[in-house]
């Protein structure tokens, strides 16, 4: 089973809302990440956590804050979000972080929409 | 830098007619090499991957994926493509130096004609 599922599929937000992105997996993978990906582009990496630790943050504005509360979820904390931040958030998880060969399972990500 | 390009933004076949999406790497070893589809407003599925061994690599749904060293190239092919096959097909490679990051080309759009 390679399946890594977000909740919600959906997102509407406005620009002072607070709200969560979710994500799961029972792989017993150690790595998992997020992706922002707008329309027609490839996926930009945001965060790894490696064993629950925050490995890579990629220069992410403050208005996103990840979470792994244990080695099977991933949160992304939304605040204050800017229109621009509108786009498809993907999960990921791997088996470990850090080795060219490991292979990224992905989620059917999170379409949202800040008004 | 690494990099990955692949050449073709948009491709159009027919239902029922062979494929074949380019993919050219830069990278100074050998390459960890991946091919991801993507469905409207869907995650990344991984179709096959290369690490080493046999050039000529199987994948999901019928695809393969030939790495020639020589080339840069790691070409994905379907010998009879179906309307469901029409996505966003990525192609990877694993970033050197243990980083454990992906690098993803642009992405080229299939479109399949009835």
């Known amino acids: 089973d390679t399946e890594v599922t977000q909740t919600p599929k959906h997102l509407v937000m406005g620009m002072t809302n607070k709200k969560s992105l979710k994500c799961e997996q029972h792989?017993?993978?150690?790595?998992m990440y997020w992706y922002k990906q707008k329309a027609k582009k490839p996926p930009e990496l945001m965060f790894v956590?490696?064993?629950?630790?925050?490995?890579i943050n990629e220069s992410v504005p403050s208005r996103f804050s990840p979470e792994c509360p244990n080695s099977s979820l991933l949160n992304l904390h939304l605040h204050a979000l800017q229109p621009e931040d509108s786009a498809l958030y993907l999960c990921?998880?791997?088996?470990?972080?850090?080795?060219?060969?490991?292979?990224?399972?992905f989620g059917p990500g999170t379409r949202l929409l800040v008004l | 830098a690494q990099s990955v390009t692949q050449p073709d933004i948009h491709i159009t076949v027919s239902e029922g007619a062979s494929l074949e999406l380019r993919c050219n790497y830069s990278y100074g070893a050998t390459p960890y090499l991946f091919w991801y589809v993507q469905s409207p407003g869907q995650g990344l599925q991984l179709l096959l991957k290369?690490?080493?061994?046999?050039?000529l690599v199987q994948g999901i749904k019928g695809f393969e994926a030939e790495f020639k060293r020589s080339q840069s190239s790691f070409n994905l092919r379907k010998p009879s493509v179906h309307w469901s096959d029409a996505a966003e097909y990525f192609c990877?490679?694993?970033?050197?130096?243990?980083?454990?990051?992906?690098?993803f080309g642009q992405g080229t759009t299939l479109q399949v004609k009835p």
């Open positions: 956590y490696s064993y629950e630790k925050l490995s």
């Open positions: 990921a998880s791997s088996q470990v972080w850090g080795l060219e060969q490991e292979t990224q399972y």
């Open positions: 290369y690490f080493s061994g046999d050039t």
């Open positions: 990877a490679v694993g970033l050197s130096g243990n980083t454990g990051k992906l690098i």
């Open positions: 792989m017993g993978h150690r790595a």
